[in-house]
């Protein structure tokens, strides 16, 4: 069995905020001794932008200069040249996570376009007969909940074939109205988004109604930006005609995953946008109700309640009332 180099961090998770101290051990084990010349341990974290492909184009000279943006990068000697004995040691190790100046840790984030990533680098010098043994860890960071209570900001909105924007055959659409509430577009992205739809009416059958969550990526610098949205979840929320004047609920949990809170820097934001997406059975046309850009925020102290939209009801005087989407 050659040299084995490894590192476990002492949470089973890997999450921590920033402030909190990073802790765990490298574990080294060879059967026979080890001849090093130090063994040294690196924790960085960086922000890497790339365009996609349909933008390589416009902005060329751009392209060139996304460069990773380093947001940490600190090193420690953890042993200096010696020898290490045959079989297991385990060297203990504590990092804080903290930056200078007015470098912020952001949130993990594996983007597309956008990746927000930080590992553990533990490197084994050897001699020049020997080769050096590398191992790297990632672990995550998460932002800080947020003191104090995060306000609702409820929305109301109405749809008509009137209020839709960026619709090219119009006059193919049938007739309908649409009714319904989100209970806030600043969640806790940890809670689910809530909220309900009412069909009022609707000339023609529908086949199914859609809620998608779009995750809107752009970076950029001085020379340019660029902006791509992915779609990142779909659900159905109603499958054939609708049951006129009947509540169905609008539920959805954010993809931890694929999601983090609203980031905006100078070089690069990341945002979502919620959108409502009908399909009616005559009309091979797949048409969006609404789009609506939504906040999120990491876990704060206290809960979104829900009571507004717990209650909405028909007839409401909180419903949008005029051609518009919101009140």
């Known amino acids: 069995m050659g040299t084995c180099l490894d590192i476990k961090i002492k949470r089973a998770n890997k999450v921590y905020h920033a402030g909190e101290v990073l802790s765990g051990v490298v574990v ?3 059967k026979d001794s ?24 416009v902005f060329e000279a751009f392209y060139n200069s996304v460069k990773p943006i380093q947001i940490i990068n600190s090193t420690i000697e953890m042993v200096k040249p010696g020898k290490f004995p045959s079989g297991k040691t385990e060297i203990p190790f504590e990092f804080p996570l903290h930056v200078k100046g007015n470098k912020v840790l952001y949130e993990t984030y594996h983007g597309v376009f956008v990746n927000i990533q930080y590992t553990l680098r533990c490197d084994m010098r050897r001699s020049l007969l020997a080769k050096d043994v590398t191992k790297t860890c990632e672990f995550i ?25 960026n619709v090219r055959e119009r006059a193919l659409l049938p007739k309908f109205l ?13 809670q689910p988004l809530t909220g309900e739809l009412l069909v009022e009416s609707s000339e023609a059958a529908i086949k199914s109604i859609e809620l998608q969550l779009v995750r809107v990526e752009t970076c950029g610098c001085a020379e340019g930006y660029a902006r791509d949205a992915t779609e990142i979840q779909n659900i159905q929320i109603a499958d054939g005609d609708v049951c006129r004047s009947l509540s169905v609920p609008i539920y959805m949990v954010f993809p931890r995953l694929f999601t983090c809170p609203t980031l905006e820097t100078t070089n690069f934001k990341v945002e979502c946008v ?9 009309y091979s046309i797949l048409t969006s109700f609404l789009a609506r850009a939504l906040t999120l925020w990491p876990l704060g ?14 007839g409401s005087p909180h419903w949008a009332t005029a051609g518009g989407d919101q009140t």
């Open 301 to 314: 102290d206290s809960r979104l309640t829900g009571e507004r939209s717990r209650q909405w009801r028909r």
């Open 274 to 282: 919620l959108s409502l997406f009908g399909q009616f059975h005559q």
């Open 34 to 57: 080890i001849q090093h010349q130090g063994v040294s341990l690196t924790v960085e974290g960086s922000v890497n932008l790339q365009l996609s492909a349909k933008s390589v184009g």
């Open 141 to 165: 960071v998460h932002s800080a909940p947020q003191k104090g209570k995060l306000t609702p900001s409820p929305v109301d909105f109405t749809i008509t074939p009137e209020t839709l924007q």
């Open 178 to 190: 649409i009714r319904g509430h989100l209970s806030s577009t600043s969640c806790v992205i940890t």
């Open 28 to 30: 080294i084990s060879g």
